[in-house]
Protein backbone atom coordinates (compact mmCIF):
# COMPACT_ATOMS: atom_id res chain seq x y z
CA UNK A 1 0.00 0.00 0.00
CA UNK A 2 1.16 3.66 -0.85
CA UNK A 3 1.40 5.04 3.24
CA UNK A 4 1.02 8.99 3.30
CA UNK A 5 3.08 10.36 6.28
CA UNK A 6 0.10 10.21 8.55
CA UNK A 7 0.23 6.29 8.11
CA UNK A 8 3.71 6.46 8.87
CA UNK A 9 2.76 8.50 12.35
CA UNK A 10 -0.09 5.92 13.07
CA UNK A 11 2.68 2.75 12.86
CA UNK A 12 4.94 4.46 15.10
CA UNK A 13 2.68 5.91 17.21
CA UNK A 14 1.06 2.50 17.78
CA UNK A 15 4.33 1.00 18.36
CA UNK A 16 5.75 3.81 20.54
CA UNK A 17 2.71 3.56 22.54
CA UNK A 18 3.06 0.09 23.52
CA UNK A 19 7.07 -0.15 24.13
CA UNK A 20 7.82 3.23 25.72
CA UNK A 21 6.38 2.32 28.76
CA UNK A 22 8.85 -0.69 28.73
CA UNK A 23 11.78 1.52 27.93
CA UNK A 24 11.68 1.80 24.23
CA UNK A 25 11.95 4.16 21.54
CA UNK A 26 11.21 3.78 18.03
CA UNK A 27 12.20 5.49 14.47
CA UNK A 28 11.03 5.20 11.19
CA UNK A 29 13.25 5.01 8.56
CA UNK A 30 12.94 3.82 4.67
CA UNK A 31 14.83 0.84 3.42
CA UNK A 32 16.21 2.72 0.68
CA UNK A 33 18.20 5.43 3.38
CA UNK A 34 20.04 1.95 4.66
CA UNK A 35 21.09 0.38 1.17
CA UNK A 36 22.08 3.10 0.24
CA UNK A 37 25.33 3.28 2.29
CA UNK A 38 25.60 -0.73 2.41
CA UNK A 39 26.99 -2.99 -0.69
CA UNK A 40 24.56 -5.44 -2.67
CA UNK A 41 25.26 -8.75 -0.66
CA UNK A 42 24.39 -6.88 2.84
CA UNK A 43 21.40 -5.01 1.53
CA UNK A 44 17.55 -5.53 2.33
CA UNK A 45 15.83 -7.30 -0.45
CA UNK A 46 13.02 -4.76 0.10
CA UNK A 47 12.13 -1.57 -2.58
CA UNK A 48 13.93 1.83 -1.26
CA UNK A 49 10.17 2.92 -0.23
CA UNK A 50 9.17 0.16 2.25
CA UNK A 51 9.00 1.49 5.65
CA UNK A 52 11.16 -0.10 8.20
CA UNK A 53 11.41 0.71 11.81
CA UNK A 54 14.25 0.75 14.09
CA UNK A 55 13.53 -0.17 17.75
CA UNK A 56 16.27 0.54 20.70
CA UNK A 57 15.98 -0.15 24.32
CA UNK A 58 17.03 2.83 27.03
CA UNK A 59 17.86 2.27 30.32
CA UNK A 60 14.49 2.03 31.84
CA UNK A 61 13.99 -1.16 29.63
CA UNK A 62 15.90 -3.70 32.54
CA UNK A 63 13.48 -2.20 35.33
CA UNK A 64 10.45 -1.92 33.10
CA UNK A 65 10.76 -4.75 31.20
CA UNK A 66 13.02 -7.23 32.30
CA UNK A 67 12.98 -7.57 35.75
CA UNK A 68 9.01 -8.07 35.70
CA UNK A 69 9.45 -10.62 32.54
CA UNK A 70 11.70 -12.65 34.91
CA UNK A 71 9.35 -12.32 37.99
CA UNK A 72 6.71 -13.56 35.61
CA UNK A 73 9.10 -16.65 35.26
CA UNK A 74 8.46 -15.86 31.51
CA UNK A 75 11.85 -16.97 31.09
CA UNK A 76 12.03 -20.07 29.31
CA UNK A 77 14.94 -22.66 27.57
CA UNK A 78 17.97 -22.12 26.55
CA UNK A 79 18.23 -18.33 25.09
CA UNK A 80 19.53 -15.42 26.65
CA UNK A 81 17.08 -13.85 28.90
CA UNK A 82 17.51 -10.31 28.10
CA UNK A 83 16.97 -11.65 24.31
CA UNK A 84 14.23 -13.51 25.03
CA UNK A 85 12.28 -10.40 26.99
CA UNK A 86 13.14 -8.33 24.17
CA UNK A 87 11.56 -10.89 21.46
CA UNK A 88 8.59 -11.03 23.77
CA UNK A 89 7.84 -7.35 24.18
CA UNK A 90 8.13 -7.09 20.54
CA UNK A 91 6.23 -9.64 19.05
CA UNK A 92 3.61 -9.06 21.53
CA UNK A 93 3.55 -5.41 20.76
CA UNK A 94 3.49 -6.01 16.31
CA UNK A 95 0.87 -8.92 16.77
CA UNK A 96 -1.95 -6.57 19.02
CA UNK A 97 -1.19 -3.64 16.31
CA UNK A 98 -0.55 -5.22 12.86
CA UNK A 99 -2.03 -8.98 13.44
CA UNK A 100 -2.25 -9.97 10.19
CA UNK A 101 0.01 -7.31 8.06
CA UNK A 102 3.20 -8.62 6.70
CA UNK A 103 5.94 -7.79 9.43
CA UNK A 104 9.46 -8.75 9.08
CA UNK A 105 11.25 -8.46 12.10
CA UNK A 106 15.12 -9.11 12.63
CA UNK A 107 16.70 -8.55 16.15
CA UNK A 108 20.35 -7.76 16.34
CA UNK A 109 21.35 -11.00 17.66
CA UNK A 110 20.08 -12.85 14.70
CA UNK A 111 22.66 -14.12 11.97
CA UNK A 112 21.73 -15.17 8.61
CA UNK A 113 23.16 -18.42 7.42
CA UNK A 114 26.57 -16.51 5.83
CA UNK A 115 26.62 -15.69 9.60
CA UNK A 116 26.49 -11.94 9.24
CA UNK A 117 23.90 -10.24 11.02
CA UNK A 118 20.25 -9.68 9.96
CA UNK A 119 20.43 -6.42 10.19
CA UNK A 120 23.62 -4.16 10.85
CA UNK A 121 21.98 -2.03 13.49
CA UNK A 122 24.33 0.56 14.07
CA UNK A 123 23.99 1.58 10.09
CA UNK A 124 20.24 1.45 10.95
CA UNK A 125 20.50 3.69 13.91
CA UNK A 126 22.69 6.40 11.99
CA UNK A 127 20.52 6.39 8.58
CA UNK A 128 17.07 6.85 10.88
CA UNK A 129 18.69 9.60 12.73
CA UNK A 130 18.40 7.97 15.97
CA UNK A 131 22.20 7.95 16.71
CA UNK A 132 25.27 9.05 15.48
CA UNK A 133 27.50 6.13 14.33
CA UNK A 134 31.21 7.16 14.70
CA UNK A 135 33.35 4.81 12.25
CA UNK A 136 36.97 5.23 11.88
CA UNK A 137 36.72 7.11 8.62
CA UNK A 138 34.98 9.45 10.94
CA UNK A 139 37.93 10.95 12.78
CA UNK A 140 40.70 12.86 10.79
CA UNK A 141 44.53 11.65 10.61
CA UNK A 142 44.12 8.88 11.97
CA UNK A 143 46.46 7.58 14.90
CA UNK A 144 46.22 4.06 14.92
CA UNK A 145 47.62 2.57 11.63
CA UNK A 146 46.47 -0.30 10.30
CA UNK A 147 44.87 -1.34 13.08
CA UNK A 148 40.79 -1.98 12.77
CA UNK A 149 38.53 0.23 15.03
CA UNK A 150 35.16 -0.73 16.05
CA UNK A 151 32.69 1.75 15.40
CA UNK A 152 29.84 2.93 17.67
CA UNK A 153 26.69 5.20 17.98
CA UNK A 154 25.94 7.94 20.35
CA UNK A 155 22.62 8.54 21.32
CA UNK A 156 21.54 12.32 21.68
CA UNK A 157 19.87 12.10 25.16
CA UNK A 158 21.52 8.39 26.24
CA UNK A 159 25.41 9.00 25.25
CA UNK A 160 25.94 5.03 25.12
CA UNK A 161 23.43 3.77 28.03
CA UNK A 162 21.48 2.09 25.22
CA UNK A 163 21.34 -0.94 23.15
CA UNK A 164 19.91 -1.35 19.68
CA UNK A 165 17.70 -4.18 19.24
CA UNK A 166 15.25 -4.79 16.53
CA UNK A 167 14.22 -3.63 12.69
CA UNK A 168 10.75 -3.80 11.86
CA UNK A 169 10.40 -4.22 8.13
CA UNK A 170 6.68 -3.69 6.59
CA UNK A 171 7.41 -4.63 3.18
CA UNK A 172 3.97 -4.16 1.63
CA UNK A 173 4.00 -0.41 3.28
CA UNK A 174 5.67 2.10 0.53
CA UNK A 175 6.03 5.60 1.99
CA UNK A 176 7.16 8.75 -0.77
CA UNK A 177 8.85 11.51 -0.22
CA UNK A 178 6.77 12.84 2.63
CA UNK A 179 8.92 11.26 4.93
CA UNK A 180 12.18 13.33 5.29
CA UNK A 181 15.91 11.63 6.47
CA UNK A 182 16.71 13.20 9.56
CA UNK A 183 20.77 14.00 10.44
CA UNK A 184 21.50 11.73 13.57
CA UNK A 185 22.75 14.57 16.15
CA UNK A 186 26.42 14.88 15.95
CA UNK A 187 26.93 14.91 19.89
CA UNK A 188 30.54 13.98 19.64
CA UNK A 189 32.35 16.56 16.85
CA UNK A 190 35.88 16.86 18.13
CA UNK A 191 38.32 14.86 16.24
CA UNK A 192 39.80 14.37 20.50
CA UNK A 193 36.41 13.15 21.76
CA UNK A 194 36.31 10.78 18.73
CA UNK A 195 39.45 9.55 19.02
CA UNK A 196 38.95 9.10 23.28
CA UNK A 197 35.36 7.37 22.09
CA UNK A 198 36.66 4.62 19.54
CA UNK A 199 39.40 3.66 22.21
CA UNK A 200 37.20 3.14 25.03
CA UNK A 201 34.66 1.56 23.18
CA UNK A 202 37.43 -0.68 21.45
CA UNK A 203 39.86 -0.94 24.32
CA UNK A 204 38.02 -0.28 28.10
CA UNK A 205 34.14 -1.19 27.12
CA UNK A 206 34.50 -3.14 30.12
CA UNK A 207 34.86 -0.35 32.09
CA UNK A 208 31.90 1.94 30.96
CA UNK A 209 33.43 4.76 30.08
CA UNK A 210 32.54 4.94 26.23
CA UNK A 211 28.95 5.56 27.55
CA UNK A 212 29.92 8.71 29.80
CA UNK A 213 31.34 10.53 25.94
CA UNK A 214 28.71 12.86 26.51
CA UNK A 215 26.13 13.63 30.03
CA UNK A 216 22.94 11.11 29.80
CA UNK A 217 20.00 11.72 30.99
CA UNK A 218 20.24 8.49 32.78
CA UNK A 219 21.81 5.49 32.75
CA UNK A 220 21.98 1.57 33.89
CA UNK A 221 21.12 1.47 37.12
CA UNK A 222 23.67 -0.90 39.63
CA UNK A 223 21.91 -3.78 39.26
CA UNK A 224 21.83 -3.31 35.60
CA UNK A 225 25.49 -2.89 35.77
CA UNK A 226 25.93 -5.87 38.00
CA UNK A 227 23.94 -7.82 35.03
CA UNK A 228 26.07 -6.86 32.19
CA UNK A 229 29.39 -6.70 33.78
CA UNK A 230 28.62 -10.45 34.38
CA UNK A 231 29.67 -12.99 31.96
CA UNK A 232 27.26 -14.31 30.22
CA UNK A 233 27.91 -17.80 31.33
CA UNK A 234 27.23 -16.73 35.14
CA UNK A 235 24.67 -14.43 34.67
CA UNK A 236 21.68 -17.56 35.08
CA UNK A 237 23.59 -18.19 38.66
CA UNK A 238 23.22 -14.25 39.24
CA UNK A 239 19.60 -14.61 38.73
CA UNK A 240 19.21 -17.06 40.97
CA UNK A 241 20.74 -15.45 43.54
CA UNK A 242 18.45 -12.46 42.79
CA UNK A 243 15.28 -15.27 43.29
CA UNK A 244 14.32 -14.82 39.59
CA UNK A 245 15.00 -18.25 38.60
CA UNK A 246 14.30 -21.35 40.53
CA UNK A 247 17.53 -22.94 41.87
CA UNK A 248 18.81 -25.55 39.75
CA UNK A 249 18.90 -28.43 42.62
CA UNK A 250 14.82 -27.72 42.62
CA UNK A 251 14.02 -27.67 39.22
CA UNK A 252 15.57 -30.31 36.79
CA UNK A 253 14.45 -28.14 34.01
CA UNK A 254 15.64 -25.30 35.14
CA UNK A 255 17.85 -24.17 31.91
CA UNK A 256 21.62 -24.90 32.49
CA UNK A 257 24.25 -22.43 32.48
CA UNK A 258 26.94 -24.57 30.26
CA UNK A 259 23.76 -25.13 27.63
CA UNK A 260 22.49 -22.06 27.66
CA UNK A 261 23.53 -20.49 24.30
CA UNK A 262 24.16 -16.62 25.09
CA UNK A 263 24.45 -12.94 23.20
CA UNK A 264 25.09 -11.02 26.06
CA UNK A 265 25.14 -8.04 24.56
CA UNK A 266 24.07 -4.77 26.62
C1 LIG B 1 29.39 -9.02 15.85
C2 LIG B 1 29.24 -7.98 16.95
C3 LIG B 1 30.29 -7.85 17.84
C4 LIG B 1 31.63 -8.55 17.65
C5 LIG B 1 32.42 -7.82 16.52
C6 LIG B 1 32.28 -6.30 16.56
C7 LIG B 1 32.01 -5.65 15.19
N1 LIG B 1 31.56 -4.41 15.20
O1 LIG B 1 32.17 -6.24 14.11
C8 LIG B 1 32.28 -8.48 19.08
C9 LIG B 1 32.00 -9.79 19.81
C10 LIG B 1 33.78 -8.18 19.11
C11 LIG B 1 31.45 -7.36 19.71
C12 LIG B 1 31.83 -6.74 20.87
C13 LIG B 1 31.12 -5.72 21.48
N2 LIG B 1 29.92 -5.27 21.15
CO1 LIG B 1 28.99 -5.88 19.54
N3 LIG B 1 27.93 -6.38 18.06
C14 LIG B 1 28.06 -7.20 17.07
C15 LIG B 1 26.83 -7.21 16.14
C16 LIG B 1 26.00 -8.47 16.48
C17 LIG B 1 27.15 -7.18 14.65
C18 LIG B 1 28.23 -6.16 14.24
C19 LIG B 1 28.79 -6.53 12.89
O2 LIG B 1 29.18 -7.65 12.64
N4 LIG B 1 28.79 -5.64 11.96
C20 LIG B 1 29.29 -5.92 10.62
C21 LIG B 1 30.36 -4.88 10.25
C22 LIG B 1 31.02 -5.27 8.93
O3 LIG B 1 29.65 -3.63 10.10
P1 LIG B 1 30.37 -2.23 10.21
O4 LIG B 1 31.68 -2.36 10.82
O5 LIG B 1 29.37 -1.33 10.81
O6 LIG B 1 30.57 -1.84 8.65
C23 LIG B 1 29.47 -1.41 7.88
C24 LIG B 1 29.27 0.11 7.92
O7 LIG B 1 30.54 0.73 7.90
C25 LIG B 1 28.51 0.34 6.62
N5 LIG B 1 28.79 1.64 6.03
C26 LIG B 1 29.63 1.89 5.02
N6 LIG B 1 29.66 3.20 4.77
C27 LIG B 1 28.79 3.81 5.62
C28 LIG B 1 28.43 5.13 5.78
C29 LIG B 1 27.49 5.48 6.76
C30 LIG B 1 27.09 6.93 6.93
C31 LIG B 1 26.92 4.47 7.58
C32 LIG B 1 25.90 4.83 8.65
C33 LIG B 1 27.28 3.12 7.42
C34 LIG B 1 28.22 2.81 6.43
O8 LIG B 1 28.97 -0.67 5.73
C35 LIG B 1 29.81 -1.61 6.42
C36 LIG B 1 29.54 -3.02 5.95
O9 LIG B 1 29.92 -3.14 4.62
C37 LIG B 1 26.09 -5.88 16.56
C38 LIG B 1 24.55 -5.95 16.48
C39 LIG B 1 24.06 -5.85 15.05
N7 LIG B 1 23.15 -6.71 14.67
O10 LIG B 1 24.50 -4.99 14.29
C40 LIG B 1 26.60 -5.68 18.00
C41 LIG B 1 26.92 -4.26 18.56
C42 LIG B 1 27.71 -3.51 17.49
N8 LIG B 1 27.78 -4.48 19.71
C43 LIG B 1 27.56 -3.65 20.66
C44 LIG B 1 28.29 -3.62 21.90
C45 LIG B 1 27.77 -2.67 22.98
C46 LIG B 1 29.42 -4.41 22.08
C47 LIG B 1 30.33 -4.51 23.32
C48 LIG B 1 30.53 -3.25 24.16
C49 LIG B 1 29.87 -5.68 24.23
C50 LIG B 1 28.65 -5.40 25.04
N9 LIG B 1 28.75 -5.06 26.28
O11 LIG B 1 27.54 -5.51 24.58
C51 LIG B 1 31.64 -5.00 22.69
C52 LIG B 1 32.55 -3.79 22.32
C53 LIG B 1 33.51 -4.00 21.18
C54 LIG B 1 34.83 -4.54 21.63
N10 LIG B 1 35.70 -3.72 22.13
O12 LIG B 1 35.04 -5.73 21.57
C55 LIG B 1 26.42 -2.70 20.33
C56 LIG B 1 26.95 -1.30 19.97
C57 LIG B 1 26.02 -0.20 20.47
C58 LIG B 1 26.51 1.13 20.05
N11 LIG B 1 26.30 2.10 20.92
O13 LIG B 1 27.03 1.32 18.96
C59 LIG B 1 25.70 -3.45 19.18
C60 LIG B 1 25.01 -2.58 18.14
C61 LIG B 1 24.69 -4.43 19.85
C62 LIG B 1 23.46 -3.81 20.41
N12 LIG B 1 22.50 -4.67 20.72
O14 LIG B 1 23.33 -2.62 20.67
N13 LIG B 1 30.32 -7.12 19.02
Same mark, same amino acid.
Given at each position: ?10 ? =?? +? ?7 ? *??? #?? @???? $? !? ?105 ? =?? +? ?7 ? *??? #?? @???? $? !? ?105
Amino acid at each position: MAASIDDVESI =TG +QLDNRLSKL *GFE #VY @PLKV $G !WYNSVLSPSLRLSYPDDSLAVLLLSTPAMFEQAFLPFMEQKSCQGLTDPIDQCVKHCVSSAVTQCFSGQNVDVRYDYELLPSRMPKFLAQTAAHVSGAAFYYQQPDV =TD +QPWGQKKMF *GVC #VH @PRFG $G !WFALRALLVFGDVQVGAELVQPAPPDCVPSREDRIKLLEAFNFHWQDWSYRDIIPSVQKYSDKQKEYFSTPPAQRLALLRTWGLLPSEDNSPDAPSDTLIQLSGHG
